[in-house]
């Protein structure tokens, strides 16, 4: 090569030494092959190259340069090289090239032709430069990037797009198969009394569960928040096979779980539809088979519940309500029911009054609650119906004292998403204040679900029962609100849930526990009322057991305006008015 520099003098050569010492120690590799030579073959490299691909010179001087690439070196790459190559001119690409002992590197290979003084081509000189980290650096983030498009990033799960994705090509090649689509039953208040970290153990747990009983007959998909879906594609897919799988996993996964040391027990609901039984296509399986999840939990069933046409009719029934419900209220439909509270006594006596709503369709004729309240709930109309109920009663209220009927509080229930609402405070402050009602004949009824969520809720009661308005706690018993929140927020009164007094004082358990509740209630200052009263034996009992006020049959059934009123008459009359009697 010192013959291709042409120097003429001691001190220009004694240069080019040292700009080849300097070539030698370089840390990258540097080759330089005659492409006037059959086959291109290498006739110098440094020590940076030896170092890179453990290859001596001699081993390699006057080869081809293909001895460094294997089975995954990218054709495509070579292309480019061979007609850069081809057109004389600079390329560069990465190449996954092989050293010596097998082991691999990602070569980012820069080549580029040198001319002599005539413009004939001489050489090819190679840079290579070691970037396997930086490559598989970035291999890993494309990965990473890949599980965040396809699965879930806490079980490992497919996520919904990539499950559809799966569920798409089963159905394309025709296998029958079946959706169950799973919920963790109040989830939510669990992961709000032991934590998020909890929470995602247990859902964790939940999913290796599954994992471990369907194998390859399953793919395992976690929807969102505490939802999964398996695509369940098992050689015999009769709808008996196909339930006794859900049943297994059901099994599974009611069996119990541990947090810090305590044992916890969940509950599920299943909700299966089939190919090609009952759609033949991916959206519509998934809708079905959740539609029957909301099922078997509103029936809270305990095991899968199979989806049916019925539940089709159920959702166009829906539908049609929740166009109705506007027109409904602008049409006066809507009228207020009453269900009188008496104090405890052998004679009860008039103590206040709960606000029921009732529809009256002019089609259908009176439509249950429980028909319309939870889709006005959904749809967000609950925030206007209930302002009609607040403005309403306590129209009706103070019209009522105003006439001379007794001054009695009047109960209004509150939705969670009507209490929610950022306007909720005004919407009752100006119902009293249009009205002329006292704050103080005014109860407000909020469910114990909503005490699990203390932040929200406590300075909202707090404002309220500033203004002398009194709250109380409906259906208590049925949720999961700690005693803690009974302590901490501004509540006056105390409802327990009818389900408590039904099978009092027949079923000793049940009255047990139903005196528990009274002495909890008590023992934090809580005026008690029991609901779901029928029988004289049930009243007794309370009244025994220090029960302030009761609800239910035993007493009154609900009453419309005409017959409340009839009612506020007759207790005039008797004097059983509480306070007055």
Known sequence: MEDRLHLEDPEAFLTASEFMKAIERMGIGLIVTNPNLPDNPVIYVNQGFTRLTGYEAEEILMRSCRYLQGPDTSTEALKVVKQAQLEQRAETVTLKNYRKDGSYFWNQLTISPVFGESGELMYFIGLQFDITQEVEEREKSSMRIRELAFFDPLTGLLNMSRFKLELERELQEGHHCAIIRINIDRFRYLNESYGDKAGDRLLLEAAERMKRLLGPDGILCRSFADNFIVLLKPQDCSRYNIHNQALMLAEALHKPYFIKKEEVRLSFSFGISMYPEHAEEGPLLLNYADLALKKSKQASVGEPYWFEYSLLDEIHKRIEIEKKLPKALEHGEFE??????????????????????????????????????????????????????????????????????????????????????????????????????????????????????????????????????????????????????????????????????????????????????????????????????????????????????????????????????????????????????
Not at 455 to 473: D, F, N, W, Y
Not at 504 to 532: M, N, R, W
Request: aromatic share 8%; hydrophobic share 40%.
């Open 336 to 581: 207020l029911y009453f269900q009188p509270k008496g104090n405890i006594s052998s004679t009860p006596s008039l103590a206040g009054l709960e606000v029921l709503l009732r529809w009256n369709d002019p089609d259908q004729g009176m439509v249950p609650p429980m028909e319309f309240i939870p889709v006005a709930e959904e749809n967000g109309f609950i925030i206007r119906l209930g302002e009609w109920v607040l403005r309403e009663s306590c129209r009706l209220a103070k019209r009522w004292q105003d006439e001379g009927y007794p001054k009695v509080t009047i109960s209004v229930n509150v939705s969670a998403v009507q209490f929610r609402h950022p306007q909720f405070i005004d919407v009752v402050e100006n119902a009293l204040r249009d009205s002329g009602l006292e704050p103080g004949y005014l109860e407000l009824e909020v469910t114990e679900t909503m005490l699990n969520d203390p932040v929200v809720i406590k300075e909202k009661l707090e404002r309220l029962r500033s203004q002398g308005i009194k709250i109380s706690i409906d259906d208590f018993g049925t949720g999961y609100s700690s005693i803690h929140y009974l302590k901490t927020l501004p509540i006056d009164i105390l409802k327990i849930d009818k389900s408590f007094v039904q099978e009092t004082p027949l079923s000793e358990q049940d009255s047990t526990l139903l005196v528990s509740i009274i002495q909890l209630g008590k023992s934090f200052g809580l005026t008690v009322l029991a609901e779901g009263v029928e029988s004289k034996s049930q009243l007794e009992f309370l009244a025994g057991s220090g029960c302030d006020l009761i609800q239910g049959y035993y007493y009154s059934r609900p009453l419309n305006r005409a017959a409340m009123e009839q009612m506020f008459k007759d207790s005039m009359n008797s004097g059983l008015i509480a306070g007055l009697s």
